[in-house]
């Protein structure tokens, strides 16, 4: 016999584990991941080390953490095969590149630090290394998927090879073009959307 689950406390625990991923990937970005700790997480977060630890060892939380801040909330598999993608791939073919842009340069704001805290990690810690690939993976296909989308919708009209254009889009988009464009450069927001959109309707699309 299943043991009763409140929907209340599984609210609570769901808000638990949001609060944590938040102060992890706050922490994570600020210190780095080895100056970080699960006790500096826990007070960031307001639970206690106990708590922290029932949600994964310190590397899980670095990967849920970065998941959380790009996407907005955490979940399985690559965007496209969640909600979220779905309800970007349904605008209508004239907001489909602007909507694009839009979470992707939003994701960014959120996640370009905490990704190259990642990336930084995955070169000492081989959990975070196969973490990070299969990260890389699920964008891959993010990126192919997009592709394919965009095809679809009739705002693709370039000869060339889809993975190379898939791989051209990832680049484009990555937040280390982010981080050097906005960070480094001090592009404001909306002058890197601007040239995300040209650049994509040039380079990708025709």
């Known amino acids: 016999m299943r043991a009763y689950e409140s929907p209340l406390r599984s609210a609570q625990a769901a808000q638990t584990r949001t609060r944590i991923l938040e102060a992890a990937g706050a922490l994570f970005a600020e210190a780095g ?8 997480i826990a007070a960031r977060a307001g639970v206690s080390v106990e708590t922290v630890k029932l949600h994964g060892p310190k590397s899980s939380l670095l990967i849920a953490a970065f998941d ?10 690559a965007i496209h095969e969640r909600d979220l993608g779905r309800e970007l791939a ?10 694009y842009i839009g979470f992707i340069a939003e994701a960014n704001v959120r996640a370009s630090e905490l990704w190259l805290t990642v990336q930084t990690a995955a070169l000492s810690d081989p959990a975070i290394r196969a973490a990070h690939d299969a990260v890389q993976s699920r964008r891959r296909s993010d990126f ?3 592709i394919v989308l965009f095809r679809e919708r ?25 981080l050097e464009l906005v960070v480094g450069s001090g592009w ?7 040239w995300l959109a040209d650049t994509i309707r040039r380079v990708i699309l025709n």
């Open 33 to 40: 991941y080895s100056g970080t700790s699960l006790a500096q």
């Open 68 to 77: 959380q801040a790009f996407t907005g909330q955490e979940g399985e598999g």
């Open 90 to 99: 349904a605008a209508p073919d004239d907001a489909l590149l602007e909507g």
């Open 144 to 146: 192919d998927q997009s």
């Open 154 to 178: 009739g705002l693709l009209h370039s000869t060339r090879p889809p993975g190379e254009l898939a791989a051209a889009l990832s680049f484009l988009v990555s937040p280390s073009s982010y």
């Open 188 to 194: 404001t927001l909306q002058t890197y959307k601007e």
